[in-house]
């Protein structure tokens, strides 16, 4: 671009400012946007803090309650089980994602696989299906209706009064004008994600882990939002009149970030059926009894395992064997269920993506199914997280539950079985449950890159558009 | 009639408008098309698990031996409990797509199993769904804005208003009129295919006609509100601008704030306490004398104090008295949890009160039969059912008498209940008396600006 029109393009933005500036309506609506962010990060902060501390403590109280058993039977603990609470990370109050449509309380025990129960969604009233006040929320929704507020009339407005004739016939040209009202309202874009951003690099200079997700978050939402004040500034050069624009802005406000959003979800629900949980677990019932059943001691599937485990140890009588057989029997029995359950896990996670990969091709026709999915995943509360949660938690199960069957085939005897206890020390020593780490950079793979590029295309085809709607603007004003 | 009639005309051969109206009705009858294609979805699913629940009950009770062990049969056999969708569950499906609408219990602790969740996507549960209850409560009104902001810097703007404004006649009749007109429009548009739906639904009538009427009464609520707005702002621009404020702030930003304060004021923590006291409740009778267990279990249940006393060993009476005995240590508990959630829903009510969008969701999802009171109705009648199937085993398990096939077949079985009801008076009320105020403020401030000097003449 030539100096002269870049410094015209900066003119034009100072001016379109300064219009603003004067603006009742526009400072008024900017200040409650304004309050509103604050607002917003305020209480989701203190509700996110709330949540941390709650299931601490509850976690707290469920390793207690672990620790303060009495000498027991192995199999009792494994009965007895344990409780996991999935913790929530720092970044999570910028965007509760799905978490508050998950469960959070994991009920670890033998034999079984239980649900994450007590999500918020089932405890809270229909108020919650009205959306939650987070800064992702403002910024998602409530923001992108403030940009197109302030640029309908960016250019419809000009043309309507007379001063684009003017200023064109001033020698000012059609790319300057554009630039300049483009940078103005991009410019207020992302002022008006600032205050949330600025949040985010709080948040972030606390732990260096955060850095990186809270600035592919700052990305993504400055790019969103310059999206949409892109949109609005040329919808506003194109329209006769400025209540064209604005109607026809507001009309794909209402259908880019609240009608979609809600139908094409229901659409992939529609697409890609789901059993429900009954009718899974009695699938992999029915697998089971397949395979074998541990209780019936002619089973030939446990027939088979009783001989290989006398052969391994040179005996002929389970009487004989230097272990516990019932032991060695319920820890393969934990094995081959164990085994059904991943499975059955991972067929519903392939089906839940395949869902998520509905709205994956939608969003690139809707930029906030993008965004709001790189958004969550950043934020660490997205589908992957919680089945991060639901994996890690099945995986940390399965340890223990092997490690007191172990227990059961090392330190209780094949004889009179059920009348030993053993020492509470033994469970006492094993590990507690980690709950791992974001695989940050599969992540950024996965969901921002997608996303970036979905923006990076949208602004570049507004950028082609803008080129046109330039030289429109100096052909019919 | 002759003035309507024009009216009737004028309004639809705008283009905008009349596209406006085609298009709500278009996206109401989409929801209500949807909203009963996921509660079909739904009924099927029901059928499945039915099936399959059939089919397993029907496989263990060709397995049940003569001289069968009730202890060990109580201890494995599922049974099946279920909420079928209520006829207007399609206009409102509120927690019918995060919460299990079938859930299985054994004859175990009841606290143990009651809470447990279905698995739902929650990446397209936690956008909610696409039901009438979405479309008139968040684009109803932004319709009904589109329609009536420019009501009267329309006029203005095309030069008419002062004309309009000389017009003999009483003062503000034109506007009332014109305001009245849109309101039956978009209430038309939005009811046609609701009534369709319902129709095809088998809904009640009373039901049905509370459902419009609360529709209806939202859509003169943003009538009057948009009204007002166009009244008192002297752009259209200005018009749609402090009218979208007022939507973003009553349909968006009170009722999360709301939702958020509730949270904070109320929390439902108690489930998850809940669920560890009563599996400390039950599995430290492990440890403890058995006679204790058994006393405690006495104590709810006398009946059954003079039965034999427990032999030396494992004994199923001592067991199932152990689950009992759980569940009543922490029935304090349970209540307080119900009690949380019950609160949450009352808040939310009293929220109601103010707030139009609030209200007219609670109405709907009470008379849908989708909202807490209908899980907790539904929780209910899991716990009755609970009771009954342990009452059932518990003369075999007791008198230590053989379950056999005839005894297995004797089961009881769940009968379920529709939870959908009417809703509280006060609520309808509240919701009437939020329209009629904003329906008279918005007419009262047409009629003072016909009456008034034009500003722009």
Sequence with gaps: ??????????????????????????????????????????????????????????????????????????????????????????????????????????????????????????QSSLLLRFGQLTPAFVLQVLAPLLL?????????????????????????????????????????????????????????????????????????????????????????ALARRARDALLLLVGAWALMAVLLPRVLPDVAAGMVPRPTRIEMEAAVHAELARIGDSHNPDDPYFRNFRDSVLKRFGVSKVEDLPVNYKGLVIEEGERLTSE????????????????????????????????????????????????????????????????????????????????QRISADYWRALPRYQHPPSPLERTVTQRVRPALAIFAGWLVAAALLAAWVARRLERNT | ???????????????????????????????????????????????????????????????????????????YTPHLTFTPAPPLAFAAIGQRDVQPYALQVRALGLQAQLYESEAINPE???????????????????????????????????????????????????WRRRVLLRLALVALALLLPLLAGARLSGAAPVETALVAGAALLYVAFWCGVAAWGAAVSRSAAAGAALLLATFVLLALVLPTGVNAALDRAIPVVQGAELALAQRQAVHTAWDKPREETMQRFFRTHPEWKDTAPLPEGFHWKWYYAMHQAGDDAVAEQAALYRGALWSREQWTRNTGLLLAGVNVQVLLHRLAGTDMEARM????????????????????????????????????????????????ATLLCALALLAGAALLLGLRSTARVTMGPDPMG
């Design chain 2, 377 to 424: 109705a539904y929780l209910d009648r899991v716990a009755a059912y609970h009771e009954l199937v342990r009452r059932h085993f518990y003369p075999y398990v007791f008198g230590e008498r053989p379950f056999g096939p005839a005894d297995f077949a004797r089961l009881p079985v769940f009968a379920p209940a529709p939870g959908a009801g009417l809703p509280p």
């Design chain 2, 124 to 174: 397209l549960a936690a956008p909610g769904r696409f039901d009438f209850a979405f479309v008139l409560v968040y684009l109803a009104p932004l319709f009904i804005i589109a329609l009536m902001h420019d009501l009267l810097s329309g006029e203005r703007e095309a030069g008419r208003l002062r004309l309009l404004s000389s017009l003999p006649g009483k003062p503000g009749a034109l």
């Design chain 1, 1 to 122: 671009m030539r100096p002269a029109i870049t410094a015209t393009a900066w003119r034009v933005a100072l001016e379109e400012w300064r219009a603003l500036r004067r603006s009742s309506v526009a400072v008024a609506a900017a200040g409650l946007l304004l309050a509103l962010t604050l607002a917003a990060i305020v209480v989701s902060l203190e509700r996110a803090h709330s949540v941390e501390v709650q299931r601490a403590r509850l976690q707290q109280q469920a390793d207690d309650q672990w620790n303060s058993q009495p000498d027991r039977h192995p199999h009792r603990v494994v009965h007895y089980g344990h409780y996991v609470f999935r913790p929530l990370t720092a970044l999570a109050f910028f965007d509760f994602g799905v978490a508050p449509f998950t469960g959070s309380t994991l009920y670890l025990e033998g034999h079984r696989q239980n649900s994450a129960n007590f999500s918020d969604a089932g």
């Design chain 1, 340 to 419: 059904l359950f991943l499975a059955g896990m991972q067929r519903d996670f392939a089906r839940q993506a395949a869902q998520g990969s509905v709205l994956e091709t939608a969003a690139l026709a809707v930029p906030l199914l993008a965004l709001r999915s790189m958004s969550a995943a950043m934020a660490d509360t997205d589908r992957a997280a919680h089945e991060r949660f639901l994996l890690a938690g099945e995986d940390y199960r399965y340890r223990l539950i092997q490690a007191l069957n172990r227990l059961h085939a090392e330190k209780v005897t094949y004889h009179d079985d059920r009348a």
């Design chain 1, 148 to 236: 197109v507020f302030l640029a309908f009339g960016a250019l419809a407005r000009e043309r309507e009064r007379g001063q684009l004739r003017l200023m064109l016939a001033h020698g000012v040209s059609g790319g300057a004008l554009l630039a300049g009202k483009l940078a103005a309202h991009g410019l207020l874009a992302v002022l008006l994600a600032a205050p949330a951003l600025a949040a985010l690099a709080l948040i972030a200079t606390a732990d260096p882990l955060l850095v990186a997700p809270a600035g592919w978050l700052a990305l993504g939402y400055a790019a969103y939002l310059l999206l949409w004040s892109a949109a609005a500034v040329q919808v506003s």
């Design chain 2, 1 to 75: 009639m002759k003035n309507w009639k024009f009216e009737l005309l004028l309004l639809l051969r705008s283009r905008p408008a009349a596209a406006a109206l085609v298009v709500l009705a278009l996206l109401s009858a989409l929801s209500v098309w949807n909203g009963m294609r996921a509660m079909a979805a739904q009924r099927i699913a029901l059928e499945r698990i039915a099936a399959v629940h059939a089919a397993d009950l029907a496989e263990r009770a060709a397995r049940q031996p003569a001289d069968g062990d009730a202890g060990l049969t109580a201890y």
